[in-house]
């Protein structure tokens, strides 16, 4: 089975999520905080819907590297992304759910350093993948591959969102794998972070600024 399938496969479950602290303080260009919360709905979808959140948990360690705990959650979503955040820019170094974990191996570099995101920019790389099924008698190997990926930031524009108005750079991102090609389009604001997702959903609150 295809990796891209494998990594859309993983079944998360229903969580009860805390509440978010409210007015919080980030000025760096990659929000990473702790106690940092993002609050989005669908694209097209009333505000009234139920939301999706991420927040940033803290530091933590994944497969023994030094990373920050980056929680996705909402409608029966519970996921964990491990990044590290740096002169480097950002770095994923994997994720994981109830029932399954995702190494990436170099990490796969999210976001370049701060000078270099501009319009016309472009990066990428090539990733091994290895899936793992997560049971309470531990880990069992499910797949591993290659996964190879390129980002083009498109252009900089502003874009008036529930959240607020913003000034953000559009970004393509493309996966390849054995399977074929993905693409995704994310909507990047500097000190804001991600007001739209890969997912195609739209900001709608934060607890920062």
Sequence with gaps: MA???????CAPQVTQ????????????FYPMATGLEWVYVPEGEPLSSPPYRVRVEGPALYEGQEALRFRAYGRGE????????GAFGVRLLGFQDPSARVV???????YPPEGLLAPGYRWGGRVEVKVELLSPSGREPLAQGRL???MEVLEEREVRLPAGSFRILRIRQVYQDQAGQTAYEVWFAPRVGEVRTREGRILVERNFQ
């Design 104 to 110: 990436f191996t170099p990490p796969l570099l999210e």
């Design 78 to 85: 519970d996921r964990v992304y491990y990044r590290q955040v």
């Design 148 to 150: 190879d990926y390129s």
């Design 3 to 9: 990796l891209s399938l494998l990594l859309a496969a």
């Design 17 to 28: 999520a805390p509440e978010a602290r409210p007015f919080l303080k980030s000025e760096a």
